[in-house]
């Protein structure tokens, strides 16, 4: 099995290269402070279009407001970043 990951930010960058994890097989979730973005992502999964060439594609993660994390943080629900795994950790988003 692989590793579980979290992306905070699903927004355009982070949403995209999830998705593609999501679509490999990978065990990804979701964190973002815009409850809305969660809801949708929840409701009708996170789908992905490209300007070019790939067809779109709708997955399905799990996906979690920044405030929820603190409820399941008991469960150690993510694997440590490694050197392996630093570069996924991409997508940060910062509101005021």
Known sequence: ?????AI??????GGYTGAHMVRAGEDVTF????PEHIEEINR???RITHHQGEEPFTVRPRAL?????????????FDPPTTSTLPLIISVAVWP
């Open 1 to 5: 099995m692989g590793k579980k990951i």
């Open 31 to 34: 964190i973002d402070p815009w």
């Open 44 to 46: 009708s999964g996170l």
């Open 8 to 13: 905070v930010g699903a927004g355009a960058v």
């Open 65 to 77: 407001h920044l405030t929820e994390v603190q409820h399941v943080a008991k469960e150690a629900p």
